[in-house]
């Protein structure tokens, strides 16, 4: 017996062909969907991690810049105790200062030449007095420059003609002058004094 199919089977074909190309699409997109779904989460996963890392980042951060603040505190009190410190020690090692002031003054000032006032401003001495000529001036200013460590830069202020009168019938022609030098510290001095045996020594 033979078997006829008159239904149209290239159209039935067709539409198999159709309905199973549908499918495949339609599978395609449920695989791609379900990777990029993977991938989404794997992202967010990834996101999240880092956020996390960012958070503990951000908090050691705080936590290091807290350490730091008082770091800085520490070493600024550091700072105003090496100060203070150093204040206390000038102060200890300045406490001969004027004993050492008046031996030198003592030493250096030449005959003819006598002090009237004496005023020191933190380590600036000025210094008025009468003299029977410029030239004991000029002594008196060339021996506080080079023969003491406790005396620097003396500089002459003022020097006048005066007159004093030893009697009311003699008076006598004077300079009078005015002056101003640093005293140096006890450590100035001691490295002043140690530079010039150094440079004598030299020699």
Do not use: C
Not at 36 to 58: D, H, K, P, T, V
Not at 91 to 105: A, F
Not at 134 to 161: F, Y
Not at 175 to 195: H, I, V
């Amino acid at each position: 017996m033979i078997l006829i199919n008159l239904l149209p089977h290239r159209e039935a074909a067709r539409k198999r062909r159709k309905e199973m190309f549908q499918a495949t699409m339609f599978a395609s997109f449920l695989v791609g969907l379900l990777i990029a779904g993977g991938i989404y989460s794997w992202f967010q996963a990834m996101i999240e991690q880092q956020q996390q890392r960012n958070s503990f980042l951000a908090g050691e951060i705080k936590v290091l810049e807290g350490q730091i603040k008082e770091i800085a505190t520490i070493e600024d009190e550091i700072t105003a105790l090496r100060a203070r410190q150093k204040a206390v020690e000038d102060l200890q090692s300045d406490r001969n200062l004027p004993v050492h002031l008046l031996n030198e003054l003592v030493k250096q000032l030449p005959d003819g030449v006598y002090i009237t006032s004496l005023k020191q401003t933190d380590q600036v001495v000025a210094m008025q007095g009468m003299a029977q000529s410029n030239e004991r001036v000029s002594e008196m200013l060339r021996n506080l420059a080079d023969n003491t460590p406790w005396i620097s830069k003396p500089e002459l202020v003022e020097i006048v003609a005066a007159n004093v009168a030893l009697t009311p019938r003699d008076q006598r022609r004077v300079a009078s002058f005015n002056l101003r030098f640093r005293l140096m510290r006890t450590s100035e001095a001691q490295k002043a004094a140690d530079a010039a045996s150094a440079a004598g020594g030299g020699k």
